[in-house]
């Protein structure tokens, strides 16, 4: 070995010896601790939790994250004195586990920047995600940094519901024929209520079915009134009874009730009604008011309310085949089984003729007679009382209102477009208001196969539309040409319309007609489309429960001024809906035009068809000054943005020209936040000074009145079936109201209300 290596050996060994001997526990101490950055950033906050993600400066970094509630921060006078505070805890988590705090240190820091879920958070509160450098021993590496962040508010809760259900009516009284359901709640702004048969209700929940969507299939409007949703608030809660109900039968009551916050709470419960009792020395008053051509009030009020009797209507041509009380008794039991127990009524009881004209509509222009006489269930303990009574004509026009003409043709007023127009020529006179509505006659054909009737329809406050007063003078003059556009090409469609006169007598009437078969279609390119503004409209419409915010669209020729849309270039204008929480940007995807503007079209990823409202034009349409201007009704726009960039897809129909419009768009967008503007800003041309463009659009005429869309229909009445009919029979198989009504409030797939009081 060389002297140089030995004296290379030597001095190693006297740097490792200093090395091991100057090394302890306190090492890290020496000298100032390193110094680094932080930043925090939280996300996926819910009710109860959050995601905080802490990132370094150094990878090696160790620190320390929490999530505290800004009230508890704010007690302390800096973010320094809470960084103490912080290491303060942890010496006395350490002290409590008898840990050394390096020890405990060593575990209770993190490196990294993995997301980290914090839980156990308490909803609706404001909260800081804080991060803190610091070294096992307690040396700090950075300054505190927090982020602000409020949890969500916790869901408000649905309001108390109780129910409790037992024969009888209010009172207690009438226990075979009534049930009533007791109804208990408070601080409710809304309620609904439906008795159906148990049994159809315990089906459909074996089925799958919730509560809530049986309430939702009864096609009878089961809201309750104003003055009932008050008594159910009150501290006595409310007696709701259904009369009606056969003897010994279940029934269910379903009652859905909704706070001002919009919970709802869906209960139900059931009572059965008991067995039916024998008569007595018994007498009926039979009254049959409001006759028409399909149906008559019936009220049948006996001379007490504890003896049970059967009632019922039939054709007068099958009662007189049995002249003799007795035979008719038995003939009425016979035909039922035997045992008409469950129809025996006690009490006051009748039909509406509401729910006549609904199951079992009578013939027109037919004798009938209503037959009550008391019963046990098995055989007649009274006499028979009869009454007769004769329904009117039916000629297709009902009411007591002023004669109306109505008059069907395809296209507009002038013949034109009769593809995909149809207009009805509505004459009258002395006519002081009026509603039109228009459907296919396939749709019409299939309602009324179902129950409904023309009054039914055009009577329900969502069907059709009521006509201007200013339109009144051309009714009871030369006529109204009421044209309806977005027709189907060869297709059939009913008009109702209703018109009512000074003294408020209504007269009702259909009339049916076709529009024309559809030529071929041809396509214009858009090649020049150069620029384009986006207005923010937020809820336009007036739908506030709808997720939906609207947005006009201008798409233009390089030459044309988007604020008065002067200049000799093209314009397409196009109506987007959006989700509601958008309000800076179109969401990309595609738009598909909306069939018509029913409430509930109002959607994201919608498009608004043309339409005019006064004489403005509204929703999507292509303009020229050089050509005619085109209302789109049917096709898609795909939307797609990169970066600040639009990109507009466009395949667009104008149905009354079948013309397709096809072309796109790519490039920035003005945008403009419309929701405090004018409404004229809606459409430039509808200021004065474009008074010229606004008349070019669209003409107003006295006598006619044009409106952009094929009317959907609401049936809110039972639309059971009917293949039997009361008048089919010559004998009392079939022949009554009773059984037939009965079957159908049984087997009835909507579950149809029983008549509620």
Avoid at 95 to 102: A, F, G, T, W
Avoid at 284 to 293: D, K, L, R, Y
Avoid at 384 to 409: I, N, S
Avoid at 527 to 555: H, S
């Amino acid at each position: 070995m060389t002297l140089k290596s030995y004296l290379r050996m030597l001095l190693a060994a006297v740097t490792l010896l200093f090395v091991t001997s100057g090394c302890n526990d306190d090492d890290d101490k020496v000298g100032p601790p390193p110094s680094y950055s932080f930043s925090v950033a939280v996300s996926d906050v819910a009710q109860t939790e959050a995601t905080v993600t802490v990132t370094p400066s150094n990878d090696q970094a160790t620190y320390y994250y929490a999530a505290v509630k800004k009230a508890e921060f704010d007690t302390f006078e800096s973010d320094a004195a809470y960084a103490q505070h912080i290491l303060d805890n942890l010496k006395a988590i350490a002290d409590k586990k008898v840990l050394p705090l390096s020890e405990y240190l060593a575990t209770a820091l993190v490196k990294g920047s993995a997301p980290q879920k914090i839980t156990d958070l308490t909803a609706g509160t404001d909260y800081y995600a804080v991060a803190l450098g610091m070294l096992t021993d307690g040396r700090f590496t950075s300054d505190l940094v927090k982020e602000a962040f409020k949890t969500d508010d916790a869901p408000e809760p649905a309001p108390e519901l109780t129910l409790s259900m037992r024969a009888g009516d209010a009172s207690g009284a009438n226990t075979s024929s009534y049930v009533t359901c007791h109804i208990k709640s408070s601080d409710i702004v809304s309620a609904k209520a439906a008795f159906l048969m148990k049994s159809a209700v315990d089906k459909a929940l074996a089925e799958g079915k919730t509560l809530a969507e049986i309430l939702a299939g009864v096609t009878t409007d089961p809201t309750l009134k104003t003055e009932q949703v008050e008594k159910i608030n009150s501290a006595d809660g409310y007696d709701l009874p259904c009369r009606g109900v056969p003897a010994a039968t279940a029934v269910t009551a379903i009652v859905s009730v909704t706070s001002a916050n919009g919970k709802t709470t869906v209960d139900s419960a059931s009572a059965t009604t008991d067995a039916a009792q024998g008569g007595g020395d018994l007498t009926f008053t039979i009254a049959v008011t409001n006759i028409g051509a399909k149906g008559a009030d019936v009220n049948i009020t006996p001379s007490n309310n504890s003896d049970t009797y059967y009632f019922d209507i039939y054709p007068a041509s099958v009662v007189d085949q049995v002249p003799d009380d007795n035979q008719l008794i038995a003939a009425i039991i016979s035909a039922n089984g035997g045992d008409v127990t469950k129809y025996l009524s006690t009490g006051p009881d009748g039909y509406s003729k509401e729910l006549i004209e609904q199951y079992i509509p009578f013939d027109p222009e037919t004798e009938y007679c209503v037959v009550a006489f008391g019963c046990n269930g098995t055989a007649g303990t009274t006499a028979v009382t009869k009454e007769r009574f004769t329904t009117l004509a039916d000629d297709g026009e009902t009411g007591d209102g002023p004669a109306l003409t109505l008059t069907m043709k395809a296209g507009d007023h002038t013949g034109a477009d009769p593809t995909t127009k149809i207009t009805c020529l509505i004459k009258s006179s002395g006519v002081v208001s009026a509603k039109a509505g228009l459907w296919t006659k396939a749709t019409i054909d299939d309602a009324i196969g179902k129950g409904m009737s023309i009054e039914d329809i055009i009577n329900n406050e969502k069907n059709g539309e009521a006509i201007e007063d200013k339109y009144m003078a051309g009714i009871n003059g030369a006529g109204l040409n009421f044209t309806w556009g977005g027709a189907s090409p060869a297709t059939e469609y009913t008009a109702i319309i209703k018109v009512t006169d000074a003294a408020g007598n209504s007269t009702i009437k259909s009339a049916t007609g076709a529009t024309d078969a559809a030529g071929e279609a041809t396509t214009v390119e858009l090649k020049n489309l150069a620029q384009g503004e986006m207005q923010y409209w937020g809820d336009a419409y007036g739908i506030a429960e709808n997720d939906y915010a609207n947005w006009t669209i201008y798409l233009a020729d390089a030459t044309v001024d988007l604020s008065t849309l002067n200049g000799t270039g093209d314009v397409l204008m196009m109506e987007l809906n959006t989700a509601k929480a958008v309000t800076t940007e179109i969401t990309p995807g595609t738009y598909t035009v909306m069939p018509n503007r029913s409430k509930a079209n109002f959607i994201a990823f919608s498009c608004v068809p043309g339409y005019v409202s006064g004489s403005t034009p509204y929703g999507t349409w292509y303009i020229t000054e050089k050509s005619a201007k085109n209302m789109l009704t049917s096709g898609t726009v795909v939307v797609a943005k990169s970066g600040d960039n639009y990109t507009f897809t466009i395949d667009l129909l104008d149905q009354s020209t079948n013309t397709t419009f096809k072309g796109s768009y790519t490039g920035a967008m003005n945008y403009v936040n419309a929701t405090a503007q004018s409404a004229q800003m809606r459409t430039p041309w509808a200021n004065a000074a474009n008074a010229s463009k606004r008349s070019a659009f669209v003409s107003a005429w006295q006598n006619v009145v044009e409106v952009s869309a094929i009317n959907s229909l609401s049936i809110e009445k039972p639309v059971a079936g009917h293949d039997a009919t009361i008048c089919s029979s010559g004998n009392f198989e079939n022949a009554g109201l009773k059984k037939q009504i009965s079957n159908n409030l049984n087997n009835n797939k909507d579950f149809q209300l029983l008549n509620r009081l």
